[in-house]
């Protein structure tokens, strides 16, 4: 999908979290993801046709005194770009927070609006696009029009300790971010797999995870225990 840039990158402007999120939700960089999650919410899915729709960028949620960030993909066409909250509506929530609860980050196992009083303690929920892509394929130029956030985002964390990135492409852009900040080679030799782990450059701990989509879930290939051990692992590496 080529891209169109609406705007500057303003990430490096904001000095807080909970201004860079009000910076997220207000981007145009991506015209023609606008378009697309705009339209989205405009038609909207027969089972959810008495919602309002988000429609917009979707922020980062959780813990500003975090240790533990989990990276995901981008949002969900009719889940966050619906709610307006990261993994919240729809099956890749459903699967994920009864762990977070389970392992301690969440105050509830269920997530159904981001008005449903659901609190993280020590973890940080974000993605390498805030915006949903069509076919949950972010394009190149998708990736590095969201990427700046990122960067912001991380400097911005200052107790982060461990980074838990879902899938292979939320693992791609942590070491895109390594390094732009810290000059690593491309990649290094690391590789994603499930339950890796790898020590980057200024320190920060990685432990890689399959992606708790339904394709993955409903499969067999990532099992609740097996998520549960990721997030039990990362509080270890976290101190917590």
Known sequence: MAQAVGEKDRAAEFTTLTALNEGIVACNRCTQLREYCAEVARVKRRAYLDWEY??????????????????????????????????TGDGSGDFLYPVLYEAGFASQPKAVSRHDDME?????????????????????????????????????????????????????????HTARKHGMAARSGLKFAHGAEYELPGGLKVITSYHPSLQNTNTGKLTRPMFFEIFKRARVLAGL
């Open 120 to 176: 993280l303690k020590g973890l940080w929920i974000s993605a390498v696009v805030r915006c949903a892509p069509p076919g949950n394929k972010p394009a190149p130029g998708e990736l590095k029009n969201c990427s700046p956030w990122l960067d912001r985002e991380i400097s911005l964390l200052s107790n982060l300790r461990v980074v838990v990135c879902l899938g292979k492409i939320a693992f791609d852009g942590l070491l895109a």
């Open 54 to 87: 988000w429609g917009r960028p979707v922020p980062s949620f959780g813990d500003e005194k975090a240790r533990v960030m989990a990276l995901g993909l981008a949002p969900g066409a009719h889940g966050s770009n619906r709610t307006g909250r990261p993994f």
